[in-house]
């Protein structure tokens, strides 16, 4: 699910990306099947990317089934579910 976000944001900026490397599908599909592994074994992943001057998008995901630096720590998971979905930032 999480991997899936990226994935959207990922399509929805791409056209955004300063560097035509960036946009290319191949390495999407490349970063969402990393980011869906990474996931699994409860790692974290960020992301950025320069977008038309002067943004930067900064794309992160935070594992927490449980944080590997910390299990002792609770997941949020019920707090983002009253929230709502997270959002992209870009700066």
């Known amino acids: 699910m999480a991997a899936d976000w990226l994935g959207e944001q990922l399509v929805a ?10 946009r290319d599908p191949a390495r999407l599909a490349v970063l969402v099947g990393s980011a869906a592994e990474r996931l699994s074994w409860g790692g974290d992943l960020a992301h950025g990317f320069y977008l038309e001057r002067p943004s930067f998008l900064s794309l992160a995901l935070v594992s ?16 983002l579910s009253a929230c709502g979905r997270p959002s992209a930032t870009p700066r």
């Open 13 to 22: 900026y791409a056209p955004r990306f300063d560097a035509g490397a960036d």
């Open 64 to 79: 927490c089934t449980p944080n590997r630096s910390m299990p002792q720590l609770a997941c949020p998971a019920r707090a």
